[in-house]
């Protein structure tokens, strides 16, 4: 379905913000990941594609490549120590150098009231979420010190909510949030910047469905919940997924090298930070 208020991207034409830098991109599937990875290509990057569904990633590398962009393709969980060495091995070897990390991967635990999680629930979505971009940026830190490069968690604006159902993946997103601002601290005299990302409500094919799934559960429809979920928003709408990987790779730009320690929220003016 679509949306009430599409993404006004008619007026958007890309340019080589990325001209010839290397950005790793984790957790990419559907929605923003595919966004990233598409917007980066149309900017000049070359990509590595990490994720755990192989098919998906050749199929967005094709689809890349047969735009003029190049792809570099790794299968990996980033929770598995192997892996993550696997990918940052293969990037390296395929490019010689890496200017940007992105952290894009997520988990979300049950949506439940924080006392009725169980705690092993917490811990396995905080391996994706908070100890996978610890170890991730660990192991690209020398190479990003080459290039003084970047790193960019995905944060989101749950952080700003207080909603009990949301009260898991906030504790994680928390985590996420100081451990970016304490790795621009540690990183910065080697020249690497660490930012964070925060969307709202992004409307790709996960939120579409999650709203078709909260209309049959009310007796509304489709409309009626984007419009809800969008009134409080100043532009009156959501960001498209192509929207906030733009605004992403700023971040990951030459026009950021003065940002760093960074949450960027991109949310129509949902919250004001």
Excluded at 192 to 217: C, G
Aim: some cysteine; overall charge negative; charged content about 20%.
């Amino acid at each position: 379905m679509s949306a009430v208020h599409p993404t006004p991207a008619h007026t958007y034409q890309p340019v080589p913000l990325l001209a010839g830098k290397v950005i790793v991109i984790s957790g990419v599937g559907p929605g923003l990941g595919h966004s990233l990875a598409t917007e980066a290509a149309r900017m000049g990057a070359h990509l590595v594609l990490a994720g755990r569904t192989e098919k998906r990633l050749h199929e967005y590398a094709d689809e890349i490549t047969a735009s003029g962009g190049t792809a570099t393709v790794v299968r990996a969980d980033i929770t598995d120590e192997n892996d993550r060495a696997t990918l940052a091995e293969t990037a390296l070897a395929a490019h010689g150098r890496i200017d940007c990390l992105i952290n894009n991967a997520f988990a979300i635990p049950p949506m439940y009231p924080i006392t009725q999680i169980d705690v092993e629930a917490l811990r396995v979505a905080n391996e994706t979420n908070v100890f996978a971009p610890l170890r991730l940026s660990a192991l690209f830190a020398d190479a990003l010190a080459q290039t003084h490069g970047s790193i960019i968690m995905l944060n989101s604006c749950v952080s700003y909510s207080s909603q009990p159902e949301y009260s898991g993946y906030k504790l994680s997103k928390g985590a996420l949030a100081h451990l970016a601002s304490s790795l621009a601290t540690e990183l910065g005299p080697r020249g690497i910047r660490v930012n964070s990302v925060a969307p709202s409500y992004v409307y790709e094919d996960i939120n579409k469905a999650y709203f078709d799934w909260l209309a049959s559960q009310s007796g509304r429809t489709h409309d009626e919940i984007y419009r809800e979920k969008a009134a409080p928003t100043d532009l009156g709408r959501l960001a498209g997924p192509e929207e906030v990987a733009r605004a992403t790779l700023f971040l990951a730009s030459d026009l950021a090298t003065a940002v760093t320690g960074q949450m960027l929220t991109v949310d129509c003016g949902e919250f004001h930070r």
